[in-house]
């Protein structure tokens, strides 16, 4: 697998200080960083609370922090948790550090001195990335308590939205994007890296809407029958639709 992509060394460097990476956080994530708090930052901390709720004190990692909004509505839940911010990038690091977060600058595979500590830990939108999940999920194991929990969320490559746009796919974008899973693939790897699976779900929230987009802005040429649901669809046809798809 890692014959044909960016080395670890390489890929540590893109994501810490390159002109790629500082586009992407000046003109992608800092315009819809209070969007994506309500949207997705939010209902993940809830979610993430009310598994582990009541245990006081407990140490969580957010891995590839980013601008440490999940982290500050993951306090707001319970202001007992000790955070921790787990980011490799330059300019979102001093932003983790300017919120008062304890902050590691360094990739995961770098992170050192905290063996067995973690009481649960997080990796959002960070598998594509990757440029060995088995040797990244090898050091969350050995970062976490035993009977510890990991959260994570990827893109999926059996998702409709990648099955049908395919090559013409944005999620498709080497070297960021270097890793699609499915429900049966990750499921295989973390037990081979000594998970137990407690749930895998797909909520499936933007499916449509991604292939909705492209065929309307883009110019994305797919079967007529499609391009009949992007132009002359209802709003509760596509809702309809994207809650069968999930």
């Known amino acids: 697998m890692q014959k044909n992509r960016p080395t670890l060394e ?10 790629s990476a500082k586009y992407w956080i000046e003109e992608f ?3 819809v960083a209070e969007v994506r708090r309500e949207k997705i930052f939010k209902p993940r901390a809830q979610y993430v609370n009310e598994i582990y709720k009541g245990r006081s004190g407990a140490l969580f990692g957010d891995i590839g922090a980013g601008f440490g909004i999940f982290l500050e509505e993951l306090e707001k839940t319970n202001s007992d948790y000790r955070l921790v911010a787990i980011e ?19 990739a995961l595979e770098e992170v050192t001195g905290y063996d067995n500590q973690f009481d649960f830990m997080a990796a ?16 969350v194991f050995r970062l976490l308590k035993p009977g510890a929990f990991f959260f994570m969320s990827t893109l999926n490559g ?14 498709i974008s080497p070297p960021s994007h270097l890793n699609f899973f499915n429900p049966d693939s990750i499921n295989n790897l973390f037990n081979r890296c ?11 929230k933007l499916d449509w809407d991604i292939v909705e987009g492209m065929v309307k802005y883009e110019g994305v ?26």
Not at 194 to 202: D, L, P, S, V
Not at 221 to 246: G, N, T
């Open 194 to 204: 000594g998970f137990e699976i407690q749930e895998i779900a797909i909520p499936g």
């Open 221 to 246: 040429v797919l079967q007529r029958f499609f391009h009949m649901l992007a132009e002359k669809a209802s709003e509760r046809c596509k809702e309809d639709l994207q809650e069968w798809i999930a």
């Open 29 to 31: 994530f800092k315009p």
């Open 10 to 19: 390489s890929l540590i460097a893109f994501y810490t200080d390159s002109v």
């Open 124 to 139: 959002y939108e960070l598998f594509e990335h990757l440029f060995d999940p088995q040797l990244f999920l090898q050091h």
């Open 158 to 171: 059996q998702g409709f939205d990648i099955q049908l746009l395919w090559d013409k796919s944005k999620n």
């Open 88 to 106: 490799p990038s330059k300019e979102q690091f001093a932003i983790c550090i300017s919120k008062g977060f304890n902050t590691i600058s360094s």
